[in-house]
């Protein structure tokens, strides 16, 4: 069965503090993706990777980088964690262009962050 | 830019009640439109898609048809469980790109 496995499933931080948010998946997918979830927001992009050292910004990158060096770990990194990236944090990725699943993403169960 | 809408919720339903979500989409040229469900604790999992215009994705007693008439993706079930309580997202992607865009979600409760 495939999977996307988030290494915390609950953290919280000092404002400040750098936060590292790991996500690891065994399908072999070149796509991988970083979203928040927030209530009434939906889900939102923050980063995503389409192959490994590639990163493209999403929608809201402001105070977030990424890093990709394997193909099967994408990591999300807050440098300095305030109060507002208080959220849930949800990995995800897909195989490349074309084929069947090609537009299905995997989800991870996310990470959910608080930031004090 | 490309962008998707859902029926504000929470939408509570007793058992065996008709399920509808309304969703509506914004995006040029042809998007491929999906339902993603998530349960108490859980990431999200697809619940059914559609690639092109009056096409019908269905699953677990689900649809939803690709309406481009009206920009639509509506999610229906003619008789919902106590199981199907869950946040439910509809959202598309559009050809050629990689990413998803997602609706606010809509949290549904079915009581027995």
């Known amino acids: 069965d495939v999977k996307v496995t988030q290494s915390s499933r609950y953290l919280v931080k000092r404002t400040g503090e750098k936060v590292f948010l790991e996500c690891v998946q065994d399908?072999?997918?070149?796509?991988m993706f970083w979203y928040r979830q927030d209530p009434g927001l939906g889900l939102r992009l923050i980063y995503f990777s389409y192959d490994v050292k590639m990163k493209e910004k999403g929608d809201i990158p402001e105070g977030y980088s990424v890093s990709r060096e394997k193909k099967e770990r994408f990591s999300l990194i807050l440098e300095s964690a305030s109060t507002n990236q208080t959220s849930m944090y949800l990995c995800a990725s897909s195989l490349g262009t074309g084929g069947y699943g090609a537009n299905v993403l995997t989800f991870g169960a996310g990470s959910r962050l608080t930031v004090l | 830019g490309d962008s998707v809408t859902q029926m504000e919720g929470p939408v509570t339903l007793s058992e065996e009640a008709f399920l509808t979500i309304n969703c509506t989409y914004t995006a040029t040229g042809y998007p491929s439109l999906f339902w993603y469900v998530q349960y108490p604790g859980e990431g999200l999992q697809l619940l059914l898609k559609a690639t092109k215009a009056d096409d019908k994705g269905s699953n677990k007693g689900f649809e939803a048809t690709y309406r481009k008439e009206t920009t639509s993706f509506h999610l229906e079930k003619g008789s919902v469980q106590v199981s199907d309580s869950a946040v439910y997202f509809c959202?598309?992607?559009?050809?050629?790109?990689?990413?998803?865009?997602f609706g606010q979600g809509t949290r549904l409760t079915i009581n027995p």
């Open positions: 399908m072999d997918h070149e796509n």
């Open positions: 959202a598309l992607r559009r050809g050629g790109a990689q990413k998803l865009v």
